[in-house]
C-alpha cells in the first residue's frame, strides 16, 4: 500500500526542514512502503522553467538527515543545470534509501513509480547512482514520467556520451579564455577517472591529438582507454595532483577541488564532468582565481547528459541534441566574461544567469 509521510522518523525529518532554510523547495514527499521496503525522498525543487527533472539516487545513507540533505542539495543544483542550459525544465531529485546491490527489487522499482504517477508529471525520474536503466524500464510500467529507459524502446539511451562531448566543449572553451585559441594539441589533460563519461571524453581529446593523462582505481577502466587511443600515460591516484598539467578535469568524484588539493595543483584550467566539483561554492569559488586558475562551472559544463534526456521528452533527434550541447562552448565563455566584468567567480556568475532565467520566468 502506498502512504506518504507517515513513519515516525520521515515525521522527524518533515520538522527538520524548517531548520534548513537554504533551500527553499517546492515540494517534498517522503515516501514509504512497508510491503516492498520502500522508503524514498523525492523533491521538487523548482517547476518555473518545467517539470522538475533528476535522477533517482539509491545510496545507503548513514542517516535519514544525510538523505534529505542530498536531495535538498541535488534537487536544487537540478534547477540550475536546467536553466542554464536553456531548457524547459525544473529541477527535481528522488533518493531511495538502501542499499542497490542488497536492498533493491522489481517490486520496489514498481512501487517508486507509482509514487513518481501520484505527483501527476510535476516530477520526471532518471537513471543515477545505484538505479540502473532496467530499473526505469520496471517505472515505466507504472507512470509515463521516467527517462533514460533504452533507444529500443523509444527512450535516448545512455547519455554518458553526450555528456562527455559538452564536457569537451567546456574544456576548448575554457582553453580559448585562457590562450586565444582553443587548439589543444600541445596541452597535457589529466583525466581523473575513465568511466562512462571519462572514456568518450579521451577519445575526443585524443583526436586533437592532447597529452592525455589518466587517473582511474578501476584496471579494466584504464586498459581500455591505454588500448584505444594515443597519446595517453598513467599516473597513479595519489599522485594524480601532483602532476605537470594544463588542464585538471575531474570525471569521478565530487569535491575534488578543495584546500588540499588547491595547494597541489599547478594548472591552468580546471574543467570536469564531476557534479559538486567545488568542496565549498564559496570558499574554493574563490580560491581558484587566487590561484590564477579557470573554473568551468561543473554543473554547465557536465548538462550534455540533461539535455539528452529532455530530447527524449522533446522528441528531439541526435543532430538537434548535439546542436544544443555544443552550444555548451558559447556559454562558457558567457559566463568567463561574466565573472571578469563582475568580478565574481566564475560559479557565481553561472549560478546567477541560471537565477536569472529562472526570475524572468516567473515575471
Ligand atoms: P562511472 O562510475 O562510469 O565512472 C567513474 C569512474 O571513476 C570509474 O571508472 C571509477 O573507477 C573511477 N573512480 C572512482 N573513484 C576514483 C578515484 N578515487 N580516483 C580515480 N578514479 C576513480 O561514472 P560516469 O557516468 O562516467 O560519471 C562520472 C562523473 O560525472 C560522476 O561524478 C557523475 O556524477 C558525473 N556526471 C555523469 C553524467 C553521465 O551522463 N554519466 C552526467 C553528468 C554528470
Known amino acids: ?53 533528476g535522477g533517482a539516487r539509491m545510496w545507503s545513507y548513514k542517516t535519514e538527515e544525510e538523505a534529505i540533505r542530498d536531495v535538498l542539495r541535488l534537487s536544487r543544483g537540478m534547477t540550475y543545470k536546467a536553466s542554464i542550459s536553456g531548457l524547459e525544465l525544473g529541477g527535481g531529485k528522488a533518493v531511495i534509501i538502501g542499499s542497490s546491490k542488497r536492498d533493491k527489487s522489481e517490486a520496489l522499482m ?35 514520467h521516467v527517462t533514460g529507459i533504452p533507444e529500443s524502446m523509444g527512450g535516448s539511451g545512455d547519455p554518458s556520451p553526450v555528456t562527455a562531448y559538452g564536457t569537451y566543449m567546456g574544456i576548448k572553451a575554457s582553453v580559448k579564455e585562457m590562450w586565444g585559441n582553443d587548439d589543444l594539441s600541445d596541452k597535457t589533460i589529466v583525466v581523473q577517472g575513465v568511466g562512462h563519461v571519462g572514456q568518450y571524453l579521451v577519445e575526443h581529446l585524443s583526436k586533437e591529438n592532447a597529452k592525455i593523462i589518466v587517473c582511474d582505481i578501476n ?22 595532483y601532483n602532476v605537470s598539467m594544463d588542464i585538471y578535469s575531474p570525471c569521478a568524484l565530487g569535491a575534488t577541488v578543495n584546500t588540499e588539493t588547491l595547494n597541489q595543483l599547478k594548472c591552468c584550467i580546471i574543467a570536469g564532468a564531476a557534479n559538486n566539483q567545488l568542496e565549498d561554492e564559496n570558499i574554493h ?40 550541447t555544443e552550444n555548451i562552448y558559447n556559454l562558457t565563455l558567457e559566463i568567463y566574461e561574466k565573472s571578469k566584468k563582475e568580478n565574481i567567480s566564475t560559479h557565481k556568475a553561472a549560478l546567477e544567469l541560471a537565477q536569472k532565467r529562472v526570475d524572468e520566468a516567473k515575471g
Open 285 to 324: 569559488g574563490r580560491m581558484v582565481i587566487e590561484k590564477g586558475i579557470l573554473y568551468a562551472p561543473d554543473f554547465l559544463i557536465n548538462a550534455g547528459g540533461l539535455i539528452n534526456v529532455f530530447s527524449e521528452i522533446k522528441g528531439y533527434d541526435r543532430k538537434e541534441t548535439l546542436k544544443l
Open 1 to 53: 500500500m502506498l502512504a506518504t509521510q507517515e513513519v515516525n522518523t520521515f515525521e522527524d525529518l518533515k520538522s527538520s526542514l524548517s531548520n534548513m532554510p537554504e533551500f527553499d523547495h517546492e515540494q517534498v514527499e517522503f515516501c514509504h512502503d512497508e510491503e516492498t521496503g520502500l522508503k524514498a525522498i523525492i523533491a521538487v525543487h523548482n517547476t518555473v522553467l518545467g517539470p522538475a527533472l
Open 110 to 144: 514498481k512501487c517508486y513509480g507509482r509514487f513518481i504517477e501520484s505527483l501527476k508529471g510535476k516530477y520526471i525520474t532518471a537513471e543515477d547512482v545505484g538505479t540502473s536503466e532496467q530499473d526505469m524500464i520496471y517505472i515505466s510500467s507504472e507512470t509515463k
Open 219 to 240: 584496471e579494466d577502466n584504464l586498459k581500455t582507454v591505454t588500448d584505444n587511443y594515443k597519446n595517453v600515460t598513467v599516473v597513479s591516484p595519489e599522485e594524480v
